[in-house]
């Protein structure tokens, strides 16, 4: 409500002092005056300046990434490591606790943290998450489910049965159904609780419906989702139909986590095309982001890594379409990582600092 009424007496400002014809303020030119009403987390797996760089080469030296002018950057160490690992990292982010390798949604003493997933739902804004891994991989674990061990996905699929979350797309169909540890099936409890649950059997990209009335839920493979460059097409239109279907969900808002997560996989594999692959399909995500949030002043867009992955390289290339690159680890690196922020709050992202800080400036921004 308070939000409105500062956008009304913007609005009348602008006409009153110009007469000229009244434009909608963009969400980076009202940055400071409103408090966020709807919070779109955007997290590129292992995606590193490099990595950045590269796609921007690749791609006419251009990316949807150059139209933030508010740019941070976060150091990304774990409690115990200095190279972190995408639990550590997420959780950081989610809970603003530094903990240790592998943990998910716990402190360094494996004592649970409430996420800004959790914090979001609680006050009654919707949640949702949309992921190019299984949505029980480390990154969306994290904000969503509480466990000493990245690896425990059965158990941490059992987060989503109770979390209330409203909207979820990525893989991992097997930790739901048919699983090691148990007969449950929960894709069938999630339904008794009034999920509508698609999944890759199924789904048609072009007639996805997800219910207003219903939390919606899409499991789009068996185990891990395929690369881009293997055929993987559903990350930018269900983010987009994830939007809508967030906005039905509650008049307060929302809180979206959204992940290129195989950009990583790329750095592991050392390979550039699939790299920058990964690379350039976020970033039209990103575009699209951001004209969402142009529609919808009020909504704060933050764009970041957990980590660099594969210590790459740019070096002297014959011409920007034909990178010469080099890596030195299968691994990740210790890198500080950018930080792109829009809309309201957004100058709040300038600086360096601890990647937790991620979390305290949310927490702060909404006044949680
Ligand atoms: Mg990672
Ligand atoms: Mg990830
Ligand atoms: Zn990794």
């Known amino acids: 409500m308070l939000f409105s009424v500062a956008l009304v007496a913007a609005l009348l400002c602008v006409q009153c002092h110009s007469g000229k014809e009244v434009t909608m303020p963009t969400a980076a030119a009202s940055a400071t005056a409103i408090k966020p009403r709807n919070i779109i987390l955007m997290i590129g797996d292992g995606m590193g300046l490099t990595q950045i760089t590269a796609g921007m080469y690749s ?20 409690y115990n490591k200095l190279v972190t690992d995408s639990g550590a990292s997420a959780t950081g982010f989610s809970c603003g606790k530094k903990t240790y390798n592998y943990a998910i949604g ?10 800004l997933m959790e914090e979001a739902k609680e006050r009654g804004l919707a949640t949702g998450m949309v992921v190019s891994s299984t949505i029980v991989h480390a990154t969306p674990a994290s904000f969503i489910a509480h466990n000493k061990y990245r690896r425990n996905y059965e158990e941490i699929a059992e987060a989503f049965v109770t979390s209330g979350i409203d ?25 008794d609780r009034g999920y509508l649950i698609e999944d890759y059997f199924h789904q048609d990209l072009n007639h996805l419906r997800p219910d207003p ?52 996989w790329g750095g592991h594999a050392n390979n550039s095309s699939y790299i920058i692959s990964e690379m350039l399909e976020f970033d039209r995500i990103i575009g699209n982001i951001l004209d969402f949030a142009d529609r919808h002043p009020g909504t704060l867009v933050v764009v970041t890594a ?3 992955t594969g210590g790459y390289a740019i070096l002297e290339s014959s011409s920007m379409n034909k990178l010469n690159t080099a890596f030195t680890t299968i691994g990740h690196t210790a890198d500080l990582i950018p930080v792109f922020a829009y809309g309201p709050g957004a100058d709040s992202f300038q600086g360096i600092y601890e990647n937790t800080a991620i979390y305290d400036k949310i927490m702060t921004l909404m006044g949680w």
């Open 59 to 78: 791609n006419n030296n251009r990316l949807e990434l150059e139209r933030f002018n508010s740019i941070g950057l976060h150091k990304p160490h774990a």
């Open 106 to 115: 716990v402190d360094h003493d494996t004592i649970p943290c409430k996420t």
């Open 167 to 191: 909207y979820f797309v990525g893989g991992g169909l097997k930790y739901f159904q048919n699983r090691i540890k148990d007969d449950r099936d929960l894709l069938q409890e999630m339904r």
């Open 213 to 264: 009335d219903k939390p919606y839920g899409f499991l789009t493979a068996h185990e891990d989702p395929l690369p881009v460059e293997s055929g993987r097409d559903y990350l930018l239109p269900t983010t987009m139909t994830g939007l809508t279907h967030l906005m039905n969900r509650s008049e307060l808002g929302f809180f979206y986590m959204v992940e290129g997560s195989q950009i990583d």
């Open 306 to 308: 957990d980590h660099e």
